[in-house]
């Protein structure tokens, strides 16, 4: 029986120790810090067809992002971004120039994972409320209208980054699925591609 104890005994204090040895590597070099922080640059497309009817549905997206740890390699973080396609419509006596805002607040989870020296993968996914402004200008007219809304929405995403010291720059991909404008039978789903440049620390 007291040699079941030790055993006992030291096998807690093995797997305490080896707990806090690996709780110890992970604050010391997670895979992309303790929190990080980036800019990316993206080019963003909506792919309802009423949106691409409209001339709008393409344009460029800036984004700012900020992820802190809540476990090894788990992290919580905000996005939030800014885009603002534009358009012409033409009709039978007029032509009409279109324009979106769009202007992403995001909420994502992500996991990340050291796959060589230098070379960090990521994915994950969030929740996320997006306010849309959409207008129209008549061509030599005074007519102008314009209607704004928030949506509910979702997305999921993948990034391949270079970590140098403090540094990390790589590519994303986001795919993001909105509900539809209030009072319309259309959405603002869309995806994005491009590029990040960012800090760790």
């Known amino acids: 029986m007291r040699g079941l104890k030790i055993l006992f005994l030291t096998l807690v204090f093995a797997i305490t120790c080896s707990t806090a040895d690996a709780a110890q590597r992970y604050l010391l070099k997670p895979a992309l810090g303790i929190s990080n922080m980036g800019v990316k640059v993206n080019y963003l497309n909506f792919t309802d067809q009423l949106v691409e009817d409209f001339d709008n549905n393409e344009g460029l997206y800036i984004g700012f992002e900020v992820y802190s740890a809540i476990a090894p390699n788990i992290y919580l973080g905000a996005e939030i971004g800014y885009a603002n396609p534009t358009g012409t419509i033409y009709s039978e006596w007029e032509r009409i120039h279109t324009e979106v805002t769009f202007v992403p607040l995001e909420l994502n989870l992500k996991y990340a994972v050291q796959t060589s020296p230098g070379l960090v993968i990521d994915f994950g996914a969030g929740i996320s409320s997006n306010y849309v402004e ?9 007519g102008h ?18 970590t140098m010291q403090q540094f990390f720059i790589g590519l994303n991909a986001k795919y993001q699925a909105t509900e539809d404008f209030r009072d319309y039978n259309y959405n603002y789903n869309n995806w994005r591609i491009g590029g990040q440049i960012g800090l760790i620390f």
């Open 134 to 142: 959409e207008e129209e200008r008549v061509f030599g007219y005074f």
């Open 145 to 162: 209208g314009s209607r704004d809304d928030w949506l509910f929405g979702g997305q999921f995403f993948m990034d391949v980054n270079f």
